[in-house]
C-alpha cells in the first residue's frame, strides 16, 4: 500500500466517524425532545432483548451436564421468555419498571462511590468522587420521587443525553483526527 492509499483509507474513516457523530447527535436530541417515545421504544427493545436471552437459556439446556443444570436452565428460559414477552406487549409497563431499576442503581451506585470517597479521601481529586456521589444520589431521588410519573421522561432522556455527550465527543475526536491526517500528508 503507498502511503497516499493509507492517507485515503484514514481520511474516509474520519468521514465516516463524522457522519457516524452527527447521527447519534441527531438521535439524541430526538430522544431528549421525545423523552416519552424513546423511553417506549427502548422498553420495548430490552424486552425483546429479554426474550432472545430466554431463548439462549434453552439452547445452552441442551448443552448443560446433569438433570439439575438442564432444569435450571430450561426453567430460567422459560421465565426470560414468557417476563419479556410480557413486558413487549406491556410497554408502559417495562418503561416504569426500567426507570425505577434506574433510580435504584443510581441510588446504589452513589452509596459506593460516598463509600470509595472516604476511603481515597486524603488523595488529590478525591472530591470529584464525592462530587459524582452527590450528582448520582441527586439523580436518582430525581427520579424515584416522583415514580412512576418520571418514566415518561427519565430512560429517554438520559438516554439522549448520552448520545448527545457521546456525538460530540466522538464529533471532535474526528475532526482532530481529520485535522492530524491534514497536517501529516
Not at 43 to 64: E, K, T
Not at 71 to 99: C, D, K, M
Not at 128 to 151: K, Q
Not at 162 to 178: D, I, K
Request: proline share 3%; with cysteine.
Amino acid at each position: 500500500m503507498t502511503e497516499q492509499s493509507i492517507a485515503d483509507d484514514f481520511k474516509e474513516a474520519a468521514g465516516m466517524s463524522i457522519g457516524l457523530a452527527v447521527a447519534m447527535i441527531v438521535l439524541g436530541v430526538l430522544a431528549v425532545v421525545l423523552p416519552f417515545a424513546s423511553g417506549i421504544g427502548i422498553s420495548i427493545l430490552m424486552a425483546w432483548i429479554i426474550v432472545f436471552s430466554g431463548f439462549a437459556c434453552l439452547a445452552y439446556a441442551f448443552a448443560a451436564r446433569g438433570a439439575g443444570a438442564v432444569i435450571s436452565w430450561i426453567l430460567i428460559g422459560i421465565v426470560n421468555i414468557i417476563g419479556g414477552g410480557y413486558l413487549a406487549f406491556h410497554p408502559g409497563l417495562a418503561l416504569a419498571s426500567f426507570t425505577l431499576v434506574l433510580a435504584v442503581i443510581f441510588l446504589f451506585e452513589g452509596i459506593m462511590e460516598i463509600v470509595v470517597f472516604f476511603q481515597f479521601r486524603p488523595l488529590p481529586g478525591s472530591g470529584w468522587v464525592l462530587f459524582d456521589a452527590i450528582v448520582t444520589l441527586f439523580l436518582s431521588y430525581l427520579i424515584w420521587r416522583p415514580w412512576p410519573l418520571s418514566s415518561a421522561w427519565a430512560i429517554g432522556t438520559i438516554v439522549g443525553i448520552n448520545l448527545m455527550v457521546s456525538g460530540v465527543t466522538w464529533l471532535m475526536v474526528s475532526v482532530e483526527a481529520r485535522r492530524a491526517l491534514r497536517a501529516a500528508v
